[in-house]
């Protein structure tokens, strides 16, 4: 059972809390994704399931054995590192089996290994060159190869796919994806691209400043955010939060935009709330909805995005197609009620409709 288990793992470094009582499971054969921006601890949990970094309080299982204080090499993992950490001098296959050869096994169970792995990852036509004749792309495969050929049930991967540009990461996305689910490894994989996270993902784990501020499915994290925070990371563009204020005071019926008169957006409720909706869920309409002025609309292809002031707040729009706004345009918002999404303006907690 290659699953691991975090029970309330923490972590400082002298004063500072990089871990703070850490706790998850990331099942046998799933792909677990550690999201969350820079200095937000997911580094540093990782090099706590690999055993680079000694645990301050908690426990780690890996297959069900307590590894909390056990040596790196005999916690059966692989690892994936940033920087490829490749040897310069020797050969892709040589660097592929590097780790075969330092545990000695056999020279004909190594070579059996390489043949399968390097046709796995595409570098069966690469295997006698050298890490400087290779692509971004190469290389990156070659660590890939390298974690693959231990045969190990778990995988570590440390923002692999940082130092490529945007067409290899979607290229190298797809092929980590793909050859984790044939070959049936559990992956923990560590990024600060919500899109790796939501593409790649069976499960994500969202970090804030060393703890966990949500955990589920991509489309869990997307679709009901439990605050404000888990809602600006996941989508492209974030989410709209916009302050409400109590329109009942103008005459309004319910709580209205902050800076406008209305119309109200929730019926009957207050201020001391933030709103949230996301950009493809709003619409142009001819009627009803609430006005807004236009300050730019950018058109990338398939969609526009459109962004547009409402009394004191910015509210992003993603139309699809092109769609021609001068600035300072007159137009109206509209969005059906299950769009609707709302925080507590203070903790910025999701709170009930």
Same mark, same amino acid.
Not at 78 to 102: D, R
């Given at each position: #059972? ?41 580094? &540093? ?11 301050? +309080? ?11 204080? /056990? ?20 050969? %892709? ?6 780790? =075969? ?12 290994? /390489?043949?399968?792995?390097?046709? =796995?990852?595409?570098?069966? +036509?690469?295997?006698? *060159?050298?890490?400087? $004749? =290779?692509?971004?792309?190469?290389? $990156? ?9 231990? $045969? ?21 996305? %797809?092929?980590?994806?793909? !050859? $984790?689910?044939? /070959?049936? #490894? &559990?992956?923990?994989?560590? @990024? ?18 060393? *703890?966990? +501020?949500? +955990?589920?499915?991509?489309?869990? !994290? ?16 974030? #989410?709209? !939060? ?6 009942? &005071? ?22 001391? !709330?933030? /709103? ?23 058109? *990338?292809?398939?969609? &526009? ?40 303006? =203070?903790?910025?907690?999701? @709170?009930?409709?």
């Amino acid at each position: #059972m290659s699953e691991i288990v975090l029970d309330k793992v923490s972590k400082c470094f002298g004063a500072v809390q990089a871990v703070d009582a850490v706790s998850f499971r990331a099942e046998k054969g799933k792909f677990v994704v550690l999201l969350g921006p820079s200095g937000c601890g997911k580094s &540093t949990l990782l090099r706590l399931i690999a055993g680079l970094e000694q645990v301050g +309080e908690g426990k780690i299982f890996i297959e069900g054995r307590d590894v909390t204080a /056990l040596d790196p090499a005999r916690r059966r993992i692989s690892m994936v590192f940033q920087s490829y950490a490749l040897f310069p001098h020797l050969t %892709v296959a040589e660097n592929i089996v590097f780790g =075969l050869k330092v545990r000695r096994l056999p020279a004909d169970q190594r070579e059996k290994r /390489l043949e399968r792995v390097a046709e =796995l990852v595409g570098l069966t +036509e690469r295997l006698e *060159h050298k890490p400087q $004749q =290779l692509s971004g792309g190469q290389r $990156q495969r070659v660590a890939l190869a390298r974690a693959i050929v231990s $045969q190990n049930p778990v995988c570590l991967m440390d923002e692999p796919l940082s130092n490529l540009d945007a067409q290899l990461r979607h290229d190298m996305r %797809v092929e980590i994806r793909s !050859l $984790q689910q044939r /070959l049936g #490894m &559990t992956v923990v994989y560590v @990024t600060h691209d919500q899109v790796e996270a939501m593409s790649m993902a069976d499960h994500v784990v969202l970090l804030r400043a060393g *703890h966990i +501020e949500q +955990e589920g499915t991509p489309a869990e !994290l997307y679709s009901r955010p439990a605050s404000t925070f888990a809602a600006r990371f996941i989508g492209t563009p974030a #989410m709209n !939060l916009v302050a409400l204020d109590d329109g009942r &005071t103008g005459g309004a019926s319910g709580a209205v935009i902050r800076g406008t008169a209305g119309p109200a957006v929730l019926p009957g409720r207050g201020a001391g !709330l933030t /709103l949230g909706i996301r950009p493809e869920h709003i619409r142009l309409v001819d009627q009803g909805g609430v006005p807004a002025a236009v300050i730019s609309a950018e058109y *990338h292809g398939a969609d &526009t995005v459109v962004t547009a002031r409402v009394g004191g707040e910015l509210v992003l729009v993603r139309a699809p197609g092109q769609v021609a706004l001068a600035t300072g345009a007159q137009v109206r918002l509209g969005w059906e009620p299950d769009a609707v999404h709302l925080f507590d303006a =203070l903790n910025g907690i999701r @709170t009930g409709l």
